[in-house]
């Protein structure tokens, strides 16, 4: 069996990412803890999670300095691998705005909604303009299932259906980012995706690359956030990989593969948005609770059969994703 692609460089990246994470961790929760950067858990989440308050959030710089230092490194040979470094970073930024407010200033919500929509709009913003005008990635779209080869062409709106999609995807990771090891690894699983769909063409070698970088530093994160979680990545995470993945899968012209692949982060997000609509609509609710992995919680499953679930819907979809790209390995 011969592949269509070059291993090395890629394992490379996410064994590198890895073991910087596995060194980071420990220098990093230490830190949160003395500074008391301690989670606020919401008096209307599920009770089990009351347990969780003052375990330290803002872990998402566990994964987010080991993808910038080697981003920056591998920047030198291929710069366009700068806007997704922006995206990410920029995402975990306005996170990290957000979660100092909430532990340091005490104010549970953070930044103001319209703070943080400003924030967010203006980093698609310009990422989508760049891509658009600074780029040759173009305004199609591949169409699942059809092959690589078949686009459908957004024209003048690849930049509005861009921005929709880069705000409406991290604002879905942020949501699964609420039970321990959830979005780390459904977000791994993804990224690995990524990794070898990229893998098919030389030239997405630098996305390749980036995704193989995220998904390294998950794993790391992972050893320190799976149950039961000694760290929480916070908004600081949740956004930057958020951000990461919808930067990803516009530039390898896939947006909507998120609809197979980043499944869970559709249901999470729909669950929220029936939740909130039936309510005010008819006055009454669909799910015991909102996202729906806390239904399941309030349901009787315990948080670690809930995250083994939807990690398995994660990876099946993901095979699913490679079935609907048509990518041949022999």
Known sequence: MSLPFHLSMQVVAFIICFVLALIVGPLTIPALTRLKFGQTVRDDGPSSHFKKTGTPTMGGVIFLIPMLVFSIYYAAQDKRILPLVFVTVGFGLIGFIDDYIKVVKRRKDGLYPHQK???????????????????????DIIVPFLGMDTTFNLAWLFIPFTIFVIIALTNAVNITDGLDGLAASVTLTVMIFFTVAAMTRNEWDYISIFSAIIAGGCLGFLVFNVHPARVFMGDTGS???????????????MPLFILIVGIIYVLENLSVVLQVGSFKLRGKRIFKMAPIHHHFELSGW?????????????????????????????
């Open 117 to 139: 929509m400003i924030g967010l709009l203006l980093i698609a913003t310009s990422f989508a303009f760049y891509i658009d005008r600074y780029t040759d990635v173009g305004t």
């Open 239 to 253: 956004l930057a990989l958020g951000g990461a993945v919808a930067a990803i899968a516009v530039m390898m012209k």
């Open 302 to 330: 315990k948080e670690t059969k809930v995250v083994r679930v939807f990690l398995t819907t994660t990876i099946l979809c993901c095979i699913l994703g490679l079935i609907a790209l048509r990518v041949r390995f022999f």
